[in-house]
């Protein structure tokens, strides 16, 4: 719009700088004319002015219409200069307006490396995503999107020094979102750095303030951070309180809740075998927990249910820790309900 108006003011000063030289003409040729002529020449220049001059003699006409002639000129001259300016400044509008509405850098058509590193971390190609991944980065190192993509590339090949430093790079351009501090929890967390993991995983808690999953993805992995660092009763007990904390609070407020029940009675199973006072009551916990975590797994109907319910039985099997603390307190208690065939049921196969 604002480059149409400015094309109109450039037409009109054009076309009144081009009168207001005509008008000049006019003024010299009736100077110069001969006097048969001249007269002729004012009379109709007085009669296109709309002047009446015929009571005046040939000398005032003369002069009154080189006046009027002189005016006119000044006259179209300060509307042609004040037209140019608006149409310079309607140019300056129209081109500010492009530039701050266009895309950063070189965003407006994307490159050929952005596009394929996203189009190959879509279709979860991690190792040739990596490549192209590396070469956005290199041509745009100041955009967020590049760098955000080439970590998820790195986190998914299991290179997770390399994802970390470009999720903290992501950070430091300023898209220092809840998203990105869960993301450097869940990669502190694959690389054993339990402390930093929790940190950041708290970091992400209080910035989802208006992403309710978000919130309990990041407070269920703070949970599995003080519980890694308990190491089933080798650290310190303020961890193992801490975890429960962390499973209690998820399982109070978020969904879908059978992981945070499973691993609540993983915590007690864990206990009991370790209290001799308190034994009952933490087998009765766990139990009570595991009972609740398998009610929920079997009634979970999110996506890849089946292949969340093969994920829970295979994680709880009585091959790991967690599964063998389980396993012994549930043959204990329900000799004549296998836990191996409580698991399984959960799959789908008998009782």
């Known amino acids: ?132 991944c590396t070469e956005a980065v290199d041509e745009q190192p100041t955009k967020a999107l590049p760098l955000l993509l080439l970590a998820d590339a790195h986190y998914n090949l299991g290179h997770y020094p390399e994802a970390l430093g470009a999720y903290q790079r992501v950070q430091a351009l300023g898209a220092d979102s809840a998203g990105i501090s869960y993301n450097i929890s869940l990669t502190y967390h694959r690389m054993g750095n339990m402390e930093a993991s929790i940190r950041s995983a708290k970091a992400a808690y209080q910035k989802a303030t208006t992403e309710r999953a978000l919130r309990g993805r990041s407070l269920y992995l703070e949970g599995d951070g003080e519980a890694a660092l308990w190491e089933f009763g080798e650290g310190d007990e303020s961890h193992f309180e801490k975890a429960k904390y962390c499973y209690e609070r998820f399982v109070a407020m978020h969904e879908p809740k059978h992981f945070a029940y499973a691993q609540l009675a993983c915590l007690s199973a864990v206990k009991a075998g370790q209290s001799k006072e308190s034994r009952i009551a933490y087998e009765e916990q766990s139990l009570a927990a595991f009972d609740a975590a398998l009610g929920a797994i079997e009634k979970y109907q999110g996506n890849n249910a089946d292949r969340e319910k093969a994920y829970f039985v295979n994680e709880y099997a009585r091959n790991g820790d967690c599964g063998a603390a389980l396993s012994d307190i549930w043959n204990r208690n329900r000799p004549s309900k296998g836990y191996e065939e409580r698991l399984l049921a959960v799959v789908g196969l008998p009782f």
């Open 1 to 132: 719009m604002g480059s149409g108006l400015s094309l109109i003011a450039f037409i009109v000063a054009a076309v009144l700088f081009a009168y207001q030289a005509k008008l000049k003409n006019r003024a010299k040729a009736i100077e110069s004319a001969p006097p048969e002529d001249r007269v002729r020449a004012i009379a109709v220049t007085a009669e296109f002015f709309q002047v009446n001059v015929d009571r005046f003699s040939a000398a005032q006409r003369e002069k009154i219409v080189l006046e009027q002639i002189k005016n006119r000129a000044r006259r179209d001259l300060i509307l042609a200069i004040c037209t140019l300016c608006i149409a310079v400044l309607l140019a300056i509008v129209a081109i500010v307006t492009i530039v701050r509405t266009q895309p950063e850098g070189s965003e407006i058509a994307e490159s050929r490396q952005l596009s394929l590193c996203k189009a190959n971390v879509l279709a979860k190609n991690y190792d040739v995503a990596e490549d192209y």
